[in-house]
Each structure stands twice: as structure tokens, then as C-alpha cells.
């Protein structure tokens, strides 16, 4: 969802994401209070309940998930680097056997859960209709999912509208999910401030390379939030539950 539309070649990319990965714990504008809330919100409501993290990233929310309710989980994650991390940390915390990282297409994956999660990756389906859809297949009977992607806040400019493309609004995200098959138990969207705090973590990473490229990359997106997505783009939180 995010806007990496820049000219770099796709290997420095690749590179500067892994920086701007490795030093966040959620890559989404996302606070501790509302990983708090997120995670007593989809509190399991029956026994033998599994977890399911599509598109994880490095695990972080799975692994939270798997923890507090000390169920198990399967993370699908296609990036090979983050896949790596996210092994790392479920065993220095302890949860190798709880919590199972597939490095694939999460696209492909097939074997419903009870909790179902999909953050900022709905794009792995196409738009947030279609990972709706998909969601819906996969999130078992009386079920729980968490789907979370970016809508447009106000109306963009050009350059923002290149950055992102099509977004809904947040009403038509929550109806999306409704025409989904989805009810919606919980609507919000992040703040301005967990905006800020994503932004500045996600850059720092890529200023602690130190090249004249990297600062120049995050220049570009320091520039591209601050003088144009900054409150124009929000990112919406959706807890559902299949009709």
C-alpha cells in the first residue's frame, strides 16, 4: 500500500526496504495502545481456535496473537528476508512450536483459520474487494478476521494519486467487506500521530546506511509524506466477523 515510486534500481530498493524493515516492530502505522486494543478485540470466542498471518511481514502481530491467547499459528510471508526474521524472533521468544512461518504466496494458501490477518498486504489479491473475498474463504464458521489497508481520507492531489493509485474511502472499505460476506464488529482508522512515528521509524532505518543514495531516498519519502499524503491517506483497522 505504501508509495515506493521512486528511481532506484529494483536491487537498492530492495535494500532500502530491508533497512526500513528491520528497525520497526509493525510495518503500518500502528501504536503499542492500539496493538492492545486490536488484540482484545479478537479474543478467541471458542476452543481450539488457530491463527492465520497472510502477507506477516517479520510475525510481530502473529506471534502477539499466538502469545496472549496461547493458541498456534501459521505466519505466510513470500519475502524471503522477512521470513528469515520472523523464525529469528519466534525463537528467541520461545515459539518455534507454536507459530510456523511459511516462506510462499499467501495468494495460494488455501487452509482456513479461525483468526484470520491480513495488515497493509491486501494487494496480494489485487484490490481490498478482492482480499476481502479471499479472507472471507479463509476465515472459518463464527470466525475472526483483522484486515487493515490504506483509503484515501480527502480527495488527492496528482502526485499523491500517482503514489497510490485508486483508494476507496473508509465507508466504501467497510462496505467492501460487508459485500464480502463480512459483518463489521469494529471500524477506526490510525491517527496523524501513529502516522508520524511510522514514517520517521520506517526512514531512520534507511538514514542509519549513511550513503548519500539512502539519504536521498529518504529525503524523497520525507518529502512525499510531510508535503502530500500526510492526512490525505488514512489506514483503516476492520475487525470482522463472516455473516
Same mark, same amino acid.
Given at each position: 500500500?505504501?508509495?515506493?515510486?521512486?528511481?532506484?534500481?529494483?536491487?537498492?530498493?530492495? +535494500?532500502?526496504?530491508?533497512?526500513?524493515?528491520?528497525?520497526?516492530?509493525?510495518?503500518?502505522?500502528?501504536?503499542?495502545?492500539?496493538?492492545?486494543?486490536?488484540?482484545?478485540?479478537?479474543?478467541?470466542?471458542?476452543?481450539?481456535?488457530?491463527?492465520?498471518?497472510?502477507? #506477516?511481514?517479520?510475525? !510481530?502481530? @502473529?506471534?502477539?496473537? #499466538?502469545?496472549?491467547?496461547?493458541?498456534?499459528?501459521?505466519?505466510?510471508?513470500?519475502?524471503?528476508?522477512?521470513?528469515?526474521?520472523?523464525? @529469528?524472533?519466534?525463537?528467541?521468544?520461545?515459539?518455534? *512450536?507454536?507459530?510456523?512461518?511459511?516462506? !510462499?504466496?499467501? +495468494?495460494?494458501?488455501?487452509?482456513?483459520?479461525? @483468526?484470520?490477518?491480513?495488515?497493509?498486504?491486501?494487494?496480494? /489479491?489485487?484490490?481490498?474487494?478482492?482480499?476481502?473475498?479471499?479472507?472471507?474463504?479463509?476465515?472459518?464458521?463464527?470466525?475472526?478476521?483483522?484486515?487493515?489497508?490504506?483509503?484515501?481520507?480527502?480527495?488527492?492531489?496528482?502526485?499523491?494519486?500517482?503514489?497510490?493509485?485508486?483508494?476507496?474511502?473508509?465507508?466504501?472499505?467497510?462496505?467492501?467487506?460487508?459485500?464480502?460476506?463480512?459483518?463489521?464488529?469494529?471500524?477506526?482508522?490510525?491517527?496523524?500521530?501513529? /502516522?508520524?512515528?511510522?514514517?520517521?521509524?520506517?526512514? +531512520?532505518?534507511?538514514?542509519? @546506511?549513511?550513503?548519500?543514495? *539512502?539519504?536521498?531516498?529518504?529525503?524523497?519519502?520525507?518529502?512525499?509524506?510531510?508535503?502530500?499524503?500526510?492526512?490525505?491517506?488514512?489506514?483503516?483497522?476492520?475487525?470482522?466477523?463472516?455473516?
Amino acid at each position: 500500500m505504501l508509495p515506493y515510486r521512486v528511481p532506484v534500481s529494483s536491487e537498492e530498493l530492495k +535494500a532500502y526496504l530491508a533497512a526500513a524493515a528491520a528497525g520497526i516492530s509493525y510495518n503500518a502505522p500502528l501504536s503499542e495502545h492500539r496493538v492492545a486494543d486490536l488484540i482484545r478485540r479478537l479474543a478467541p470466542t471458542g476452543p481450539q481456535w488457530r491463527a492465520l498471518d497472510l502477507g #506477516c511481514g517479520n510475525g !510481530e502481530l @502473529l506471534m502477539r496473537l #499466538c502469545e496472549t491467547f496461547g493458541i498456534a499459528g501459521d505466519g505466510v510471508e513470500r519475502d524471503v528476508a522477512d521470513g528469515e526474521r520472523a523464525r @529469528l524472533r519466534a525463537a528467541e521468544r520461545g515459539l518455534s *512450536a507454536q507459530v510456523t512461518f511459511h516462506s !510462499e504466496d499467501a +495468494a495460494s494458501w488455501c487452509k482456513p483459520a479461525e @483468526l484470520v490477518v491480513n495488515v497493509g498486504a491486501g494487494y496480494i /489479491w489485487g484490490d481490498a474487494g478482492q482480499a476481502l473475498a479471499a479472507l472471507h474463504r479463509l476465515t472459518a464458521p463464527g470466525g475472526k478476521a483483522l484486515f487493515a489497508d490504506g483509503f484515501y481520507r480527502t480527495a488527492p492531489d496528482e502526485r499523491v494519486h500517482e503514489m497510490f493509485g485508486d483508494l476507496p474511502d473508509l465507508a466504501s472499505l467497510a462496505q467492501a467487506a460487508v459485500d464480502a460476506g463480512f459483518r463489521p464488529l469494529h471500524v477506526a482508522e490510525s491517527t496523524v500521530a501513529e /502516522w508520524d512515528d511510522f514514517e520517521s521509524d520506517w526512514r +531512520a532505518g534507511i538514514e542509519r @546506511l549513511g550513503t548519500p543514495a *539512502a539519504r536521498s531516498f529518504a529525503d524523497q519519502r520525507r518529502d512525499g509524506y510531510l508535503n502530500g499524503y500526510r492526512g490525505v491517506v488514512g489506514f483503516g483497522w476492520l475487525v470482522l466477523t463472516p455473516s
